[in-house]
């Protein structure tokens, strides 16, 4: 897999191809990291890359023709052309899943009011938005799409089931985890983990999922497929919770 990242800040991205998990992932090759300067693509003198918008309005707007030169510059036939924005599809683990399987991404992180509608009609694949939220730059959001990528291509975690069971995976969020001292200033641990009966771990594991996803998060249980004994358990914790 390779991303290419196009961005008026590259600066801000050398420290983190080398940081870490994902630091590691380049060094074992699993993964390729590069960073285009839009500016390089201006032809201006003064290497201008933004202008008024037509039509009047506040701000400005990130001029076409040094954003098509910069993609064209790193687009191959398989890439995929990303650019995140808060008008783009709401990113979940599900297109994470997806896009992991791509060869070549290209992410652009527009900034000011966003980038000349021709490049979004004629250059982009895909609008993705983080969240519903907005924020001063599409960097950040190239950064979580990159990370949440990354850790998904073979090989780049540890032992390779250790995303099986995170949020999200299954459709539940995650039951919670605990480690030592089994006496944390009083708060103790809860007995069934310490227990070693694997079966009644697995069960109590389950039910805190089905939980915290029901307190959380109940449009991810509308959404999934329930087992009976998972049907069971939600009516446990309706009893737990005191709701009818
Ligand atoms: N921005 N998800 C405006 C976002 C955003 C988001 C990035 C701010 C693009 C032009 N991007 N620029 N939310 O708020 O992706």
């Known amino acids: 897999m390779k991303i290419d990242i196009l961005t008026l800040f590259p600066e801000i991205f050398h420290t983190i191809f080398n940081w870490s998990i994902i630091g590691r992932a380049v060094e074992k090759k699993l993964v390729r990291l590069n960073c285009i300067n839009i500016r390089d693509f201006s ?3 003064h290497k201008r890359v933004d202008d008024y918008p ?14 098509a030169k910069a993609i064209e510059s790193v687009k191959e036939s398989e890439s995929k052309v990303i650019y995140l924005s808060p008008k783009g599809k709401v990113y979940n683990q599900k297109m994470a899943n997806k896009l992991a ?27 993705i938005s983080i969240g519903d939220y907005v924020l001063t730059g599409g960097e ?16 780049v975690l540890g032992s390779e089931d250790s995303f099986i069971e995170d949020s999200h995976y299954n459709g539940l969020l995650e039951h919670p985890q605990y480690t030592r001292p089994r ?49 069971d358990m ?8 005191e709701i009818k």
Do not use: Q
């Not at 449009?219 to 087992?227: E, Q, R, V």
């Open 101 to 127: 399987r791509e060869k070549h991404l290209i992410l652009l992180s527009g900034h000011y009011e966003g980038i000349d509608n021709r490049i979004v009609e004629h250059y982009i694949d895909e609008e």
């Open 43 to 45: 032809e201006d003198k």
């Open 234 to 241: 939600l009516k446990e914790i309706y009893k737990e919770l």
């Open 183 to 231: 006496d944390f200033n009083g708060y103790m641990v809860p007995s069934v983990l310490l227990s070693g009966n694997h079966k009644e771990i697995e069960k109590w594991r389950l039910y805190e999922s089905l939980k915290i996803t029901y307190l959380n998060r109940r449009d991810l249980l509308k959404k999934k497929d329930l087992t009976d004994e998972e049907k």
């Open 54 to 67: 037509f039509g009047g309005g506040p701000g400005m707007v990130m001029k076409p023709e040094p954003i």
């Open 140 to 155: 950040i959001p190239s950064l979580v799409l990159l990370d949440s990528i990354i850790r998904l291509i073979p090989g």
